[in-house]
C-alpha cells in the first residue's frame, strides 16, 4: 500500500507558499482611485486622460507611462499597485484591450 504521507506533505508545503498571495489579492477599484488620487493627481488632474491629442495610445503604453510616471513622481509603488492604477486608467478613461 503507497504512503500518502509526503503527497500531504507537498499540499501542505505549496498552500503555505500561496497563501500570501491569496492574503493579498490585487487592489479594489476604490482602492486604485484613492491610490491614483494619492500618486498620480500630485502633479495632473483627470483631464490628461482626455485630452485631445492623447499621450497613451494602447495598453502597453498606458503601462509604461504609468510606470514612468510612478518613477517620476517618486511614489515607488508595488507592482500590484501598479497594476490595479493601471487597469483603474484603463477601465475608467482608455478601454484599450489588454495584451
Given at each position: 500500500?503507497?504512503?500518502?504521507?509526503?503527497?500531504?506533505?507537498?499540499?501542505?508545503?505549496?498552500f503555505v507558499c500561496l497563501?500570501?498571495?491569496?492574503?493579498?489579492?490585487?487592489?479594489?477599484?476604490s482602492e486604485a482611485k484613492?491610490?491614483?488620487?494619492?500618486?498620480?493627481?500630485?502633479?495632473?488632474?483627470?483631464?490628461?486622460?482626455?485630452?485631445?491629442?492623447?499621450?497613451?495610445?494602447?495598453?502597453?503604453?498606458?503601462?509604461?507611462?504609468?510606470?514612468?510616471?510612478?518613477g517620476v513622481a517618486g511614489?515607488?509603488?508595488?507592482?500590484?499597485?501598479?497594476?490595479?492604477?493601471?487597469?483603474?486608467?484603463?477601465?475608467?478613461?482608455?478601454?484599450?484591450?489588454?495584451?
Amino acid at each position: 500500500m503507497r504512503s500518502t504521507k509526503p503527497r500531504h506533505v507537498t499540499l501542505g508545503v505549496l498552500f503555505v507558499c500561496l497563501a500570501p498571495m491569496l492574503a493579498s489579492p490585487l487592489a479594489t477599484a476604490s482602492e486604485a482611485k484613492t491610490l491614483h488620487q494619492k500618486h498620480c493627481q500630485r502633479c495632473h488632474d483627470d483631464s490628461i486622460y482626455t485630452r485631445q491629442d492623447p499621450l497613451v495610445l494602447s495598453y502597453s503604453a498606458l503601462k509604461q507611462r504609468v510606470k514612468l510616471c510612478d518613477g517620476v513622481a517618486g511614489s515607488h509603488m508595488p507592482e500590484k499597485q501598479l497594476q490595479s492604477v493601471i487597469d483603474y486608467l484603463n477601465e475608467r478613461y482608455y478601454k484599450f484591450q489588454r495584451k
